[in-house]
């Protein structure tokens, strides 16, 4: 991949990314509202559940509790009399129909804990969502005098050219290709004139041939003396 695909892919990437976190204030806060109009609704939905449970326990409780309440006066009366078997099993029913009564008092007393619970988170989130209802008119205010002002500032040509804005615009430009160039590892020090190789790398050059030409004329002693060992030998 070539060093401007890698660019133009990085610009791509930023560009996207940016676009995904741009945020419309205005939309965001009627969302923020609406959302919260809904945790409302569905509160008051769910204390209205609570509530007719409540009712259905109650009701539940006070017929179980007449129902002990006769099998009671029953075995009593059975006993009275002599017959027991007949008292036993009314006093079994009362025990159940007293289970019963234990039973339905304890979920009649949690729907009505769950109700008032209800009530007061209803009544803060009511309260909370008044002021946030304000808060959005006077932030939306400020957000339209803020992009009103912003269209009055903006570059019209019709008013004159404006140098300065102009210069900072092609200043950050240029602050955002030296953070690519760094991430990319690129290297600014080009020649401008077309050529492929800095002074540096003029330098490294140079310096590898000086080297290459040191070995060869160490090879050149080498055989030097060879030869005149030979001749020696002679």
């Known amino acids: 991949m070539s060093v401007f695909d890698r660019i133009m892919n990085l610009t791509k990437a930023t560009a996207n990314e940016m676009l995904s976190k741009l945020e419309n204030p205005s939309l ?3 969302q923020y509202i609406r959302n919260m109009e809904e945790e409302i609704d569905g509160m008051k939905s769910e204390l209205s559940r609570q509530q007719a449970a409540s009712r259905a326990y109650s009701q539940r409780l006070e017929e179980v509790s007449q129902l002990a309440q006769h099998n009671q006066a ?3 009366q059975a006993l009275q009399e002599g017959r027991e078997a007949e008292a036993r099993v009314a006093l079994e029913h ?7 009564e234990l039973e339905y008092s304890r979920l009649n007393e ?3 804990h769950a109700a008032a619970e209800l009530e007061l988170r209803i009544a803060d989130a009511k309260e909370e969502l008044a002021r946030l209802v304000k808060k959005r008119d006077e932030l939306a205010e400020r957000i339209q005098k803020a992009e009103s002002a912003a269209e009055r500032t903006a ?3 019709s008013h004159g050219f404006q140098p300065g804005r102009a210069s900072r615009g092609f200043e950050r430009i240029e602050e955002k290709v030296l953070q690519w160039e760094a991430q990319l590892g690129l290297n600014r020090d080009y020649n401008p004139s077309g050529s492929s190789y800095s ?3 003029s330098a490294s050059s140079s310096h590898a041939s000086s080297s290459a030409n040191s070995g060869r004329s160490s090879v050149i002693d080498e055989q030097l003396a060879a030869i005149r060992r030979k001749m020696k030998g002679e």
Do not use: G, I, T
């Not at 009362?94 to 019963?100: P, V």
């Open 28 to 30: 965001m806060m009627n």
């Open 74 to 76: 029953k075995a009593e």
């Open 94 to 100: 009362k025990l159940r129909y007293a289970d019963q």
């Open 110 to 112: 949690n729907a009505v």
């Open 155 to 157: 570059p019209s040509f």
């Open 199 to 201: 002074s540096s790398s």
